[in-house]
């Protein structure tokens, strides 16, 4: 059988309501798909979440962080050979027909390898993860800067998050798009490669993209809406703040720190 869609949820002591509606947003579909279900938490209490033959459960306690996780289930898309491979968040869900919207767009333009659909808070609201490539200060800035000083640099921190553009409309080559929902075409992901992982979490995201953009068009395709729940936790937890941080270092070492290398 020939996949049209791979996708990879990592797991890690999630809650069960919010993650089953996630993968029930994943297989409404009549789309040909397979979701692969990485768990990172010490213990497999989510194994028997779902019984459905389209889904297979892995059991990685090890825990070497969401890229090398969803790296395991990119090698399993790679050897199904299958069409497009979903980074999919266990907090993200959608509408039937939202799978569907962004196959046919990716099937119109075969430029473009990566794309994501337009992401909504529960609440309706807007999430602006459209980003130019992150600098250390746009970094740091949005972590540690007081409020009462942010003001002062809104400007910028609207360019970064491209509030100077319509959300409405889609944008094409962006150097950075969340990886909360990443849809990719999986014979360029072939060529741009795995996620980088020394990043255990956050950042790897922007690396990704910047590198699909040396092989193809980036896209923002607001026609196709998926709902986030996003809990900033990098912002509330020490430890993950450390990931957030080391993670950078890699990204700047590779990239650049202020002026952008050439790979």
Not at 66 to 81: C, E
Not at 215 to 226: F, L, N, Q, R
Not at 244 to 254: C, V
Request: net charge neutral.
């Amino acid at each position: 059988m020939t996949y049209q869609i791979t996708a990879a949820i990592v797991l890690y002591k999630n809650d069960r309501l919010v993650l089953s509606e996630t993968i029930d947003s994943f297989l409404r579909t009549d789309l040909r798909v397979r979701l692969f279900l990485v768990d990172n938490s010490p213990t497999d209490d989510l194994r028997n979440l779902y019984d459905d033959d389209r889904v297979e459960y892995i059991f990685n306690p090890t825990n070497p962080g969401f890229g090398a996780a969803h790296n395991i289930a990119i090698l399993k898309a790679f050897d199904l050979d299958s069409m497009y491979h979903l980074v999919l968040n266990p907090d993200i869900y959608f509408a039937e027909g939202t799978l569907e919207k962004l196959y046919a767009f990716m099937e119109s333009d075969l430029e473009t390898g990566h794309v994501m659909p337009k992401v909504l808070y529960p609440d309706n609201s807007i999430q602006y993860l459209c980003k130019t490539n992150p600098t250390v200060f746009d970094l740091f800035a949005r972590r540690f800067m007081p409020s009462f000083l942010k003001k002062y640099f809104k400007e910028r921190m609207d360019r970064y998050e491209y509030k100077d553009k319509d959300y409405n409309e889609i944008i094409y080559n962006i150097p950075y798009l969340s990886g909360c929902f990443m849809f990719l075409r999986t014979n360029t992901l072939k060529k741009v490669g795995l996620f980088d992982d020394r990043i255990f979490m956050y950042i790897e995201d922007a690396d990704l993209t910047r590198r699909f953009l040396q092989h193809s068009k980036t896209a923002y395709y607001p026609e196709a809406i998926v709902y986030h729940h996003f809990a900033k936790g990098s912002h509330k937890n020490w430890k993950l703040t450390w990931y957030s941080i080391h993670g950078a270092f890699i990204y700047f070492n590779k990239w650049g720190w202020f002026k952008t290398k050439k790979s």
